[in-house]
Structures are given as structure tokens and as C-alpha cells.
């Protein structure tokens, strides 16, 4: 059972627009959600995350955009420029990211062209 | 080191060797968490440790997969008798918890891990 479903898998966009990346969760328990950005041979490294108790949280070019009642979470990457290529992941957990883990989606390879 | 180091950073190995990977974890964080990511595809959650205790190893797909911190420090993810479907990129990530309480976590590079 996949828990966090994340789309599109692939983006392609211009440099200057605005790429989204949407995911949608089940567990009513998750209380953290983190994203991650992950270039070819390295791991992920944390991008922006936001708990439920607020539904936008900004930080530089990346905005997190939050809906509760619809259990959805989006990824918005202002002004993107083509350094910004690379896979995306959401992810999710209880507890604010401790013991169980983290529960990713599947990834969304972004390609931002000159 | 500044960050997360694990090695070998590659790995062939042929069906049936043992293998070990290691890592370690930026200096004074207690927590520990191995995954493992399958090509295209997000981590996923194999086994957490707090300093020296397994704390959950719920996602070690089978008995043949063994993790060990022994001093709470570096840590060994060792995987017997391999088969085709371990091959996989396996990371290690340690944690420190910001000042709303949440664990953030840092990746390293990872081990890619190829089974003939």
C-alpha cells in the first residue's frame, strides 16, 4: 500500500516558471512533511518541510502549499532556473519525522531548460 | 567530516556473497536510519537506531539483512547470501531535531550495490 502518491512523475519546464509537484496522503497519523531534493549520485537532502497546523510556508524560492481536509501537500519552485533539475520527493511521517521513519513518494524528475 | 560518509560507494557483488556497507553519521547525532532505493523509485525505510539500540527494524525485507551500532557511532548494514532483487542504492541518514521538535534528517551518498 503506497502511502504517499506523488505526480507527475516527470516536468518539463521553462527557466523563470513555476514548477508544482503535488502529493496526496492517507495516514491521517503523519503530522511532518518534508521535501527532498536529490541530484544524480548523491542522496536526498532536505529541501522545506511544514507540519499540518499551517497551510503555506515559504523559504527562499520553495513553497510548500498545505491542505488539510484534502490530505494533499504541493511543492512550488518560484523563478526555477535549470540548476533546479533533479528529483523531487515528498515525503511524510508521524511524531515529526523520529522512529518510524519517513514514507516517500516515488519522486518527480524535474528538468527546467534554458 | 562535515557530512554523512558511507562506503564503499559501489559494491558488485556475485549471487550468495555476503556483503557489508558502512556508514557514518555526523559526529553527535544520536539517531540512525538506513534505506534503501531502488532505481527510479523513493527511499525506503529499512531500520532505525537511537545511539547503540535498534529501536525499529521493521523494514528489513528479510532475515538476511542485519544492522549493528555497536558504540552509537558508525554503523554496519550487512546483507548475507545476496540475491539479484538486493541490488539497490542503500542509504544512511542520520538526524538532529530543530527547534520545533521536528528530526531532520541528512543523507549521505549512499551505496550502490549491484548483485550478479
Known amino acids: 500500500q503506497q502511502q504517499v502518491k506523488q505526480s507527475p512523475q516527470s516536468l518539463i519546464v521553462q527557466k523563470g516558471g513555476i514548477p508544482i509537484i503535488n502529493c496526496a496522503y492517507e495516514?491521517?497519523?503523519?503530522?511532518?512533511f518534508p521535501w527532498y531534493q536529490q541530484f544524480p549520485g548523491k542522496g536526498p537532502a532536505l529541501l522545506i518541510a511544514?507540519?499540518?497546523?499551517?497551510s503555506e510556508k515559504k523559504e527562499g524560492r520553495f513553497t510548500i502549499s498545505f491542505n488539510k481536509s484534502a490530505k494533499q501537500f504541493s511543492l512550488h519552485i518560484m523563478d526555477s532556473q535549470p540548476g533546479d533539475s533533479a528529483t523531487y520527493f515528498c515525503?511524510?511521517?508521524?511524531?515529526?519525522?523520529?522512529?518510524?521513519?519517513?514514507?516517500f513518494g516515488k519522486g518527480t524528475h524535474l528538468i527546467i531548460q534554458p | 567530516g562535515a557530512g554523512v560518509s558511507q562506503s564503499p560507494r559501489y559494491k558488485v557483488a556475485k549471487r550468495g556473497q555476503d556483503v557489508a556497507l558502512r556508514c557514518d553519521p555526523i559526529?553527535?547525532?544520536?539517531?540512525l536510519f538506513w534505506y534503501q532505493q531502488a532505481l527510479g523509485q523513493g527511499p525506503e525505510f529499512l531500520t532505525y537506531?537511537?545511539?547503540?539500540?535498534?529501536?525499529?527494524k521493521s523494514g528489513l525485507p528479510s532475515d538476511r539483512f542485519f544492522a549493528e551500532r555497536p558504540e552509537g557511532s558508525v554503523s554496519t548494514l550487512k546483507i548475507q547470501r545476496t540475491q539479484q532483487e538486493d541490488s539497490a542504492v542503500y542509504l544512511c541518514?542520520?538526524?538532529?531535531?530543530?527547534?520545533?521538535?521536528?528530526?531532520?534528517?541528512?543523507f549521505g551518498s549512499g551505496t550502490q550495490l549491484s548483485v550478479l
Open positions: 541518514a542520520s538526524s538532529s531535531t530543530d527547534r520545533d521538535g521536528n528530526e531532520k534528517l541528512f
Open positions: 495516514n491521517t497519523a503523519f503530522d511532518y
Open positions: 511544514i507540519r499540518p497546523d499551517v
Open positions: 515525503a511524510a511521517s508521524r511524531r515529526g519525522g523520529g522512529a518510524d521513519g519517513l514514507t
Open positions: 559526529s553527535g547525532h544520536v539517531s
Open positions: 537506531f537511537q545511539n547503540e539500540a535498534q529501536l525499529d
